[in-house]
């Protein structure tokens, strides 16, 4: 990802995120200096982008170093660039939308990983050997199946498929996150999930969120921690604004915006994921 800043009203850049945190560190850019990265509807300062906001508050931490001290007492500071509202650029460019800063979708998050794992479970059911005929039963007769619907040792059967499945999903969830940022569920949903700085995570980051949501943000779809770890998950964006496992793996989640055509195509995503498993008793 790639970022602007106004200095002197004058647009600079692109410029990489390592970048201009270098440039932060050295003290050549302000944390005020006003950026921006295409997607974002306005100028903001670097402060209060989510790429920086982390780097630059363990800045502000730490203390000076004596020599810093010594060398700022011959030759004087570092002069920095401060750049107000008046002095950003005066048209704004305008960019096709990619990438937004906000955060507390969750229920857009819900839905993109609903459809990652109806994907895994689309996949596992068409490897598990179930009785043909099924037309005549009730879903409610289905649940509350007594051995007589689906065999025990079958149900059991299924109930290993799925979970290897899943097991293995977590390893690629991560392998696609720490490649391109998203999974098929989030493509669909214009989600992206990079580091702080806006890179894309490392591998082991990759997998560990993964394993981190599955298990505490989905309770490995097992009731009643599923509703638990959903409930948590949604309370902490909601008044937080990250949930437990990007705040531990310094991930950030950005959202695209839902137009028609990707809400259509996400119903009909959802819709051919069940046409393929009810073709599993046709």
Same mark, same amino acid.
């Given at each position: %990802?790639?970022?602007?800043?106004?200095?002197?009203?004058?647009?600079?850049?692109?410029?990489? =995120?390592?970048?201009?945190?270098?440039?932060?560190?050295?003290?050549?850019?302000?944390?005020?200096?006003?950026?921006?990265?295409?997607?974002?509807?306005?100028?903001?300062?670097?402060?209060?982008?989510?790429?920086?906001?982390?780097?630059?508050?363990?800045?502000?931490?730490?203390?000076?170093?004596? =020599?810093?001290?010594?060398?700022?007492?011959?030759?004087?500071?570092?002069?920095?660039?401060?750049?107000?509202?008046?002095?950003?650029?005066?048209?704004?460019?305008?960019?096709?939308?990619?990438?937004?800063?906000?955060?507390?979708?969750?229920?857009?998050?819900?839905?993109?990983?609903?459809?990652?794992?109806?994907?895994?479970?689309?996949?596992?059911?068409?490897?598990?050997?179930?009785?043909?005929?099924?037309?005549?039963?009730?879903?409610?007769?289905?649940?509350?199946?007594?051995?007589?619907?689906?065999?025990?040792?079958?149900?059991?059967?299924?109930?290993?498929?799925?979970?290897?499945?899943?097991?293995?999903?977590?390893?690629?969830?991560?392998?696609?996150?720490?490649?391109?940022?998203?999974?098929?569920?989030?493509?669909?949903?214009?989600?992206?999930?990079?580091?702080?700085?806006?890179?894309?995570?490392?591998?082991?980051?990759?997998?560990?969120?993964?394993?981190?949501?599955?298990?505490?943000?989905?309770? %490995?779809?097992?009731?009643?921690?599923?509703?638990?770890?959903?409930?948590?998950?949604?309370? %902490?964006?909601?008044?937080?604004?990250?949930?437990?496992?990007?705040?531990?793996?310094?991930?950030?989640?950005?959202?695209?915006?839902?137009?028609?055509?990707?809400?259509?195509? =996400?119903?009909?995503?959802?819709?051919?994921? %069940?046409?393929?498993?009810?073709?599993?008793?046709?």
């Amino acid at each position: %990802m790639h970022f602007y800043i106004a200095i002197e009203g004058e647009k600079r850049g692109p410029y990489s =995120a390592f970048r201009i945190i270098d440039q932060l560190r050295g003290g050549e850019v302000s944390p005020d200096v006003l950026g921006w990265e295409p997607g974002m509807d306005a100028w903001l300062k670097l402060r209060e982008i989510p790429a920086f906001a982390d780097s630059i508050e363990a800045m502000e931490k730490e203390p000076a170093p004596e =020599a810093d001290e010594e060398k700022s007492a011959k030759t004087g500071p570092k002069k920095k660039i401060v750049v107000s509202d008046a002095t950003a650029p005066k048209t704004t460019p305008v960019v096709p939308e990619l990438i937004s800063t906000d955060q507390r979708r969750p229920f857009i998050r819900f839905w993109a990983r609903m459809f990652d794992y109806t994907l895994v479970s689309t996949a596992a059911w068409q490897v598990c050997e179930v009785p043909p005929q099924l037309e005549n039963i009730t879903l409610l007769e289905l649940f509350a199946n007594d051995g007589t619907i689906i065999p025990q040792e079958t149900l059991l059967d299924i109930v290993k498929v799925y979970f290897a499945f899943m097991l293995i999903w977590q390893f690629i969830e991560g392998a696609l996150i720490h490649t391109f940022g998203t999974t098929p569920g989030k493509a669909l949903f214009n989600i992206r999930v990079t580091s702080a700085d806006g890179s894309l995570l490392p591998l082991i980051k990759g997998f560990g969120r993964s394993f981190f949501v599955w298990v505490v943000g989905f309770g %490995m779809g097992l009731f009643p921690f599923i509703l638990i770890g959903m409930s948590i998950g949604i309370a %902490m964006l909601q008044f937080a604004g990250s949930t437990l496992w990007d705040r531990q793996l310094e991930s950030r989640v950005h959202h695209g915006p839902m137009t028609p055509p990707r809400i259509l195509m =996400a119903v009909g995503g959802f819709f051919l994921l %069940m046409m393929i498993s009810s073709l599993k008793f046709s």
